[in-house]
């Protein structure tokens, strides 16, 4: 999200390629409403054609989860409504959902649209700076970076950090998933011995691209693991041990 003329493409198109160049076989699909809008209205501004291009894109979002896409949502997103409905589409697609804010200040917004012939109507720019919704009503509404691309003297590094924090995030969310337990068997020490070795054991074997494109087997694969291994008096060498030979039969992996 951010203003019009703020340098959103520019990122959203550098940040597509440092995801597909850091996770083998994925899909980046860029939604742009400036497209959608060019097809619908030749380019124009038009007021009463927005619900349409709203509607499209939201269509095209859905469609590209659906097919298994990465979706960079390449929009001004400057109301938490918007950003809500995204996170929405997300979670009923059981998708991570991530705001990045292009925190470029108006008044460079406002020189680099000078600069590329005023594709935008600057009382456009200033609409937008005066109805944004700022990230402090909402707890899920926080960006987990916030970009100034004027100060920015090496984006490509700064989006590889991004992609990482990203990275690390759904590491996180895949493993917060439950194995069942209850409060009895959560207290009794060697099985939070086992939960923990296992759950550090899952982390590193997601950190490897291959292996995140079955994170839903590698997931339940632990889960079972921990159930067979209840309330047994296992070392934490034992359990290393067990971990890799259950996993080497099962997906052929050996994590580092």
Same mark, same amino acid.
């Given at each position: ?56 894109? #939201?269509?095209? #979002? ?9 979706? #960079?949502?390449?929009?001004? %997103? ?26 470029? &200040? #108006? ?9 590329? /012939?005023?594709?935008? &109507? ?55 998933? /439950? ?10 020490? %060697? %099985? ?40 047994? +008096?296992? +070392?934490? +060498? ?10 080497? %039969? ?7």
């Amino acid at each position: 999200m951010g203003f019009p003329a703020s340098g959103k493409s520019t990122f959203a198109r550098k940040f597509k390629e440092k995801i597909e160049q850091k996770f083998e076989d994925v899909r980046v699909k860029i939604i742009d409403p400036d497209l959608i809008r060019e097809s619908i209205t030749r380019g124009e501004f038009n007021h009463k054609k927005e619900k349409l291009v709203r509607k499209k894109k #939201i269509k095209l #979002i859905k469609k590209a989860l659906r097919n298994g896409d990465i979706v #960079i949502s390449d929009d001004l %997103n400057y109301y938490s409504s918007m950003r809500h409905e995204l996170m929405e589409i997300a979670e009923n697609t059981k998708r991570g959902f991530f705001i990045i804010h292009i925190a470029t &200040p #108006i008044e460079v917004c406002l020189k680099w649209n000078e600069e590329r /012939g005023k594709k935008i &109507p600057n009382e456009v720019i200033h609409n937008v700076s005066n109805k944004f919704d700022d990230f402090n009503r909402y707890g899920w509404d926080k960006p987990i970076d916030i970009v100034d691309l004027s100060k920015i003297s090496n984006l490509s590094l700064k989006i590889e950090e991004i992609v990482d924090d990203i990275s690390n995030e759904m590491n996180k969310e895949f493993l917060s998933i /439950g194995t069942g337990l209850d409060s009895k068997q959560h207290s009794n020490p %060697n %099985n939070e011995r086992l939960e923990r070795i296992s759950r550090k054991y899952v982390g590193n074997l997601l950190k490897i691209p291959e292996y995140r494109q079955i994170k839903d087997k590698i997931l339940e694969l632990r889960k079972q693991f921990v159930m067979e291994n209840l309330n047994k +008096s296992l +070392s934490k +060498s034992e359990i290393s041990r067990a971990l890799n030979a259950y996993f080497e %039969n099962r997906l052929n992996v050996s994590p580092s």
